[in-house]
């Protein structure tokens, strides 16, 4: 059984309440859509409703270069 961590949630500044299914979740899909730029589906995650966490996951990937979008599906 996995229990979320609320206080790193706040630490990288993710929603709590963002609909997030922590123990499925995985990459679906990276796809090259513009000269790097980059492609990012999430799966296990609400679709249009995890900004938080898709900005977190956009940050982090940036932080080593690789500019991205990044959106989230069931």
């Known amino acids: 059984m ?6 790193r949630l706040k630490h990288f500044e993710i929603n709590e309440n963002e609909p997030i299914n922590w123990t499925n979740l ?10 790097n730029i980059f492609f990012v589906k999430v799966k296990e995650a ?15 990937l940036e932080s080593y270069g690789w500019e991205c979008v990044v959106e989230t599906e069931w």
């Open 2 to 7: 996995k229990e979320v961590d609320i206080n």
């Open 26 to 35: 995985k990459c679906k899909e990276v796809q090259e859509i513009n000269n």
């Open 46 to 60: 609400g679709e249009s409703a995890c900004r938080t966490f898709c900005y977190y996951i956009e940050d982090y």
